[in-house]
């Protein structure tokens, strides 16, 4: 019989594996099928087995999804951990993006969770002298009359991780160190140790001493190990476990019944061999990397944590009263907020009054301050100059571009590279190999070893376990990614995704829009002329009442040159925006095109020979020409000037350097295109493209086998970006666009490509380096501690080297995923 279940809760293809490996146990189950997309698990079975046992299977198993009947599901809505203190992920991501409430450790890899920086300020004040006093606002104290100062920032889970840890590093150490003197004490001259007490007694103390290692300061590895091996998602601390374990009960068994041992594992003086110098040495040195690991998890995510310190607290709100101090929070769309020479603008918006210059720096990576005027939009979390001016709030919390950046670089640094499949491959067979190999290691020493042959398979048969590090090939991926997405943000560039950053590293052909993205995008009117070369006023007041409605920069320049010339902006009607070729809609009564010629064509204009000639000369220098029908024929052109950024030329010349072949598809007139081209030296363009050309010259392209980012701003680009491999958007351009794309520019100049592109080489040079001094480390550390070398050169690995090698594999990965932070970009 098969049934076809409905199941919540997964979010990988990890989560879909141990799903069916859970329910496939089951004795009256014969095949398990989960599809992760439809949320389903269809299960064959030779007799029926009760939804309730389903659930428990899956539940016995540490997997907490639900299962249930289709259409019988229970409609809550699941509470969602709130970003910040309290949500935890696995820094391996062996759920995907799966976060969890509580640190208690990862039920796939058994490594500490990592606490997600708080996304949201929450900004509360307390009077000094009174630290029960906590307000949300900013003001005074009712019991003493001082000024309420800004709480400090609760300590992070993090660093209470790196406290306890470090505590019991020290106990640890503290008891290790006496246990290690003691059983080297007949490499002391003259083993001073002797004359004090025997060697049974000695090894007593060392029992002693290594209690509080294992049970208190290491206990949590064999926790980890034994929840791995009952759930069966084999890891790090499973190898652990069984090797510190096997070690530590030998050598306690030893203790309490020596006489049952051969000769083999005793010493001159009838001891029987104990390790709980290489347990405690080994558990310790454990302990250190996963200390390291913590201190180093929290530098990682630095580039999320310096743009939260980057979000101001408070504002200066203008009222009627006068101006008033508020938190952050309170602040409304609409509010007139100062902003004083050095303060930190609050929100985003708009200036209304005054001018200065403001330092952009930490959101566009640009260290130049930008000089900012009446009309001109500011940014949360940029720095205000040596003026004062006064804003209107626009977008508040969430929606400032602050907020959106640090959720953007928060969710790519969680997110899974195509890459790091083989990786996780591999780390699915790992652990069974490594026990595979251990167990014919000691086989292989008991047999061909020489005496005592006993100790020796035992001792390598450890070593094995201890050495393997799957660990170093599960942090190799992501521990990149999430410093690379951060540098990234800290130069203007925005990740959405890992995938992204690993196909910009493959990126053989940029495809690039012109306005607004080889261009200014700041389009200004140069003049509205008919036929006989005359300034028309009666024509510039009905195209900028119709343009009032359009989105595209052109269409604003032209009311923006309605207005700066005195023209009534009267209502249209009808309006529509036909995608790739303008405007058309009815203004008093009359019916208005602006557009290019295939706009005229479809409105079925007539253009005379005057002004079509006309038209011509002006694209010949470059200019950007819109025709205005009224009433089905056309009386007057408009000319438009948008000058080329200074960044393009040399962005296009660094692209084609890198062997990237840059295209520019644009859907202006070919003459303008090729003016402009020409400036660029591009030698490939498509001029009078619509939304779907751009589509079917990318689909070609990819056909080709290319692999085809596209830069773009518009609406009318959309399509495009989300065909491309990469779609780049400008982050001066349209939502819609930034929506459609992977990657986002800040400041939106070609420059921010060649960026990007590095960004990403950068990242997956290091993702490799990682993956292989990960395998590397793997491929030869397990021979060299099976014993691989004794033949020839009679080298044996200790367990205790054999750990430190462990520890500080992983360490490894993450301080050279560290050195991204200092790549060049430019």
Not at 291 to 320: D, N
Not at 334 to 339: I, K, N, P, T, Y
Not at 720 to 749: N, P
Request: aromatic letters at 6%; one cysteine or more; proline letters at 4%.
């Amino acid at each position: 019989m098969k049934h076809t279940y409905k199941i919540t809760g997964m979010t990988c293809n990890g989560c879909k594996t141990n799903v069916e490996s859970a329910l496939g146990n089951l004795n009256q189950i014969t095949k398990v099928e989960a599809n992760l997309k439809e949320e389903t698990v269809v299960v064959e079975m030779t007799s029926h087995v009760t939804l309730e046992r389903l659930q428990e299977t899956l539940l016995k198993a540490g997997l907490h999804y639900t299962i249930e009947m289709p259409g019988h599901e229970k409609h809550t809505e699941a509470k969602q951990p709130v970003d910040g203190n309290g949500v935890f992920y696995c820094p391996m991501h062996c759920k995907g993006e799966k976060t969890y409430t509580s640190q208690v450790g990862c039920p796939v890899c058994g490594m500490d969770l990592v606490e997600q920086p708080k996304l949201q300020v929450a900004s509360q004040y307390t009077c000094p002298m009174h630290p029960e006093i906590i307000k949300d606002e900013p003001g005074s104290c009712p019991i003493c009359g001082m000024d309420l100062v800004p709480m400090e920032p609760t300590e992070s889970e993090e660093d209470k991780t790196y406290q306890k840890l470090l505590k019991k590093f020290k106990i640890a150490v503290a008891f290790t160190v006496p246990i290690f003197i003691i059983a080297m004490g007949e490499l002391i001259p003259g083993n001073p140790l002797a004359k004090i007490f025997n060697q049974i007694t000695w090894n007593w103390i060392q029992f002693a001493l290594s209690l509080p290692v294992v049970f208190y300061a290491t206990w949590m590895f064999f926790e980890r190990a034994y929840k791995s091996i009952i759930t069966w998602n084999l890891n790090m601390f499973t190898l652990i476990g069984i090797g510190a374990g096997v070690a530590f009960l030998f050598s306690i068994f030893a203790l309490l019944f020596p006489d049952v041992f051969p000769d083999q594992f005793k010493t001159e003086s009838g001891t029987v061999f104990v390790y709980f110098e290489a347990v405690t040495v080994i558990l310790t040195l454990v302990l250190l990397g996963q200390l390291l690991e913590a201190r180093a998890h929290s530098q990682t995510s630095g580039a999320i944590k310096e743009l939260l310190k980057l979000a101001p607290s408070e504002a200066t709100l203008v009222t009627p009263e006068g101006d008033k101090v508020v938190s952050i929070h309170s602040i409304k769309k609409g509010d007139l907020l100062r902003v004083k020479p050095g303060d930190k603008i609050p929100v985003d918006g708009k200036i209304i009054e005054g001018h200065s210059n403001v330092d952009e720096s930490m959101i566009t990576g640009e260290p130049i301050p930008v000089d900012k005027k009446v009309d001109d939009n500011v940014s949360s979390g940029t720095i205000n100059g040596n003026k004062s001016f006064v804003m209107s709030a626009e977008k508040v919390g969430s929606e400032t571009l602050l907020s959106q950046i640090i959720q953007m670089v928060n969710n790519a640094s969680r997110s899974r590279a195509p890459i790091q499949k083989l990786a996780d491959k591999i780390s699915k067979y790992f652990v069974p190999i490594v026990i595979l190999i251990s167990i014919i290691t000691f086989i292989v020493w008991r047999i061909f070893g020489p005496d005592p042959a006993l100790v020796y398979a035992f001792v390598n048969a450890i070593a094995v376990l201890i050495i393997a590090c799957p660990c170093a090939l599960g942090l190799a991926t992501p521990m990149s990614v999430m410093v690379g997405v951060g540098k990234g943000a800290q130069n203007g560039v925005l990740i959405k995704n890992a995938e992204a950053l690993e196909n910009l590293n493959k990126v053989d052909v940029l495809i690039t829009d012109k306005t607004g993205t080889i261009t200014e995008g700041k389009p200004s009117v140069e003049k509205v002329v008919n036929a006989s070369g005359e300034y028309d006023v009666n024509l510039l007041e009905k195209i900028a009442s119709l343009n009032q409605y359009s989105e595209h920069p052109l269409a604003e320049a032209i009311v923006k040159f309605g207005e700066h010339k005195g023209v009534t902006i009267n209502d249209s009607k009808d309006f529509e925006a036909v995608m790739g070729k303008g405007v058309i809609g009815t203004v008093k009564g009359e019916k208005i095109a602006i557009g290019n010629k295939k706009l005229m064509e479809q409105v079925n204009a007539t253009i005379s020979e005057a002004i079509d000639s006309k038209v011509i000369e002006e694209q010949k220098h470059g200019k950007t020409v819109s025709y205005i029908s009224v009433n089905q024929e056309v009386k007057v052109y408009v000319a438009i000037t948008d000058a080329i950024k200074e960044t393009s030329k040399k962005a296009i010349a660094r692209l084609q350097e890198e062997g990237i072949d840059v295209i520019m598809l644009t859907g202006d007139n070919a003459r303008t295109a090729k003016s402009v081209a020409d400036q660029l030296n591009l030698a490939s363009f498509q001029a009078e493209c619509l939304p779907e050309d751009k589509l079917n010259v990318i689909k070609k392209l990819q056909y080709e086998g290319k692999v085809v980012a596209m830069a773009g701003d518009g609406i009318n680009d959309a399509p495009a970006l989300a065909q491309a491999d990469i779609g780049i958007a400008m982050g001066t351009g349209t939502d819609v666009a930034i929506e459609s794309s992977e990657v986002t520019l800040v400041k939106g100049d070609l420059m921010g490509i060649v960026k990007s592109i590095n960004l990403g080489k950068s990242v997956m040079k290091n993702i490799k380096q990682n993956l292989f001094f990960a395998f590397i480390y793997n491929v030869l550390g397990v021979p060299v501690a099976a014993g691989l070398l004794y033949p020839v050169f009679g080298l044996l690995l200790s367990p205790m080297i054999a750990a430190a090698a462990m520890s500080f594999s992983s360490v490894s990965v993450i301080v050279n995923s560290l050195r991204l932070r200092n790549v060049n970009l430019k």
